[in-house]
C-alpha cells in the first residue's frame, strides 16, 4: 500500500456532490501521531474518547475527528467549530447554529471525514471500507441479492472492489438518511452499478451506484477506488427527500 499523507484534502466538484464539499483523510495507523493531534480537538471530544472502552474505538473515533477538523479548516478557516459529539444512536452531532453538513467513515488505516455547507443540501454520507479480498466474498455470499452480485459482477469481473463499492454506497446512503446501521436486507437494494468517469482526484475508476430505498427516492452515490481503499458519498438534496 502506499503511504498514506497525514492530512490529504479533496474538493470533488459536480453532481452527485454538493456544492463547497471537503474532503479530509488522516492516516491512522501511527498512534503517536494521533497522540499528538488529538491535542487539537476540543475537550469535550477527547473526553468523549476516554469513554470508550475499546481501546481501537477510541483510536477510530480521535482519528475521525482530527480528518473531521481538517476538512473543517479546509472548507471555512474562520469557522468556530465547537466540539462534535454524538446523539443518541451514537451519530456524530454538530449542534452549534448554522454548522455545516458532516459525516465521518474510519477503518483501521485511514479516517474520513466530508463536510458540506449548510445550505447546499440537507444532510451528507461517507464510508470507506478497505479492499479486501475475504470480505469481498463475504458481501457477496451474505449481503448481495443474485440481481446485485450480476450487476457488480459486469462493471467489476475480478468482483474484488465492486463489492465493497456497493456495500459502502449503501452504508452512504443510510448515513444520509440517519437511518438505523445495519438498516439493509430488502430496504435497501442496488438498482444500478455502472462505471463512471471520476470525479474525485487520485481515483482509479469509480462507479455510480442507485440505491433504492423503502418508502423514499432512489439514491445515487457515487464509489471510487483510491490506495488500496473503496469510498462511497452520498447526499440527500432536500429536507423531504
Not at 473543517?72 to 453538513?101: I, M, N, Q
Not at 467513515?105 to 454520507?125: D, E, F, K, M, Y
Not at 455502472?194 to 430505498?213: F, G, H, K, P, Y
Not at 473503496?230 to 438534496?237: C, E, G, L, S, T
Request: hydrophobic share 50%.
Amino acid at each position: 500500500m502506499k503511504p498514506l499523507p497525514s492530512q490529504l484534502i479533496a474538493r470533488p466538484e459536480g453532481a452527485p456532490f454538493p456544492s463547497g464539499l471537503v474532503l479530509a483523510e488522516y492516516d491512522a495507523r501511527h498512534r503517536h501521531h494521533i497522540g499528538a493531534d488529538m491535542t487539537h480537538l476540543p475537550d469535550e471530544e477527547r473526553a468523549l474518547a476516554e469513554t470508550f472502552r475499546s481501546e481501537q474505538r477510541k483510536i477510530g473515533f480521535l482519528a475521525g475527528r482530527i480528518a473531521l477538523r481538517a476538512a473543517f479548516a479546509a472548507h471555512d478557516p474562520t469557522l468556530a467549530a465547537g466540539p462534535v459529539l454524538r446523539d443518541e444512536r451514537g451519530r456524530p452531532l454538530a449542534a452549534w447554529p448554522s454548522a455545516p453538513r458532516i459525516s465521518i467513515a474510519h477503518t483501521r488505516v485511514r479516517a474520513l471525514a466530508a463536510v458540506a455547507p449548510t445550505g447546499s443540501c440537507a444532510a451528507i454520507g461517507i464510508d470507506v471500507e478497505e479492499i479486501d479480498a475475504h470480505r469481498a466474498h463475504a458481501l457477496v455470499r451474505m449481503s448481495l441479492s443474485p440481481a446485485e452480485i450480476e450487476r457488480v459482477r459486469s462493471a467489476d469481473d475480478a468482483m474484488l472492489a465492486g463489492p465493497i463499492a456497493l456495500w459502502c454506497a449503501r452504508e452512504a446512503c443510510v448515513k444520509a438518511h440517519a437511518l438505523e446501521v445495519g438498516w439493509f436486507g430488502t430496504a435497501l437494494v442496488a438498482t444500478g452499478f455502472a462505471r463512471c468517469d471520476s470525479l474525485v482526484a487520485n481515483a482509479e475508476r469509480s462507479w455510480s451506484v442507485t440505491i433504492q430505498l423503502e418508502s423514499r427516492a432512489p439514491m445515487t452515490a457515487h464509489a471510487w477506488e483510491s490506495r488500496g481503499a473503496v469510498y462511497a458519498f452520498a447526499m440527500r438534496a432536500a429536507l423531504n427527500a
